[in-house]
């Protein structure tokens, strides 16, 4: 969300628009930890893909 604040905004007015704000969703990575099952050594397939650019 984008709140603009112009010069003419006095503090309470700001105050007002920050308090009406909704919080944001959080991410929670941990629930997908350990999911993927990679066939590979992780080193070994980043230095495979890196070398595909060259």
Known sequence: MVITIEKSMKSKEI???LLNLKPRKLFRA???L???KWN???LAYQKRIRNEWD
């Open 40 to 42: 590979e050594d992780a």
């Open 30 to 32: 941990q629930r997908f």
């Open 15 to 17: 105050e007002k628009l």
């Open 34 to 36: 350990g999911k993927v």
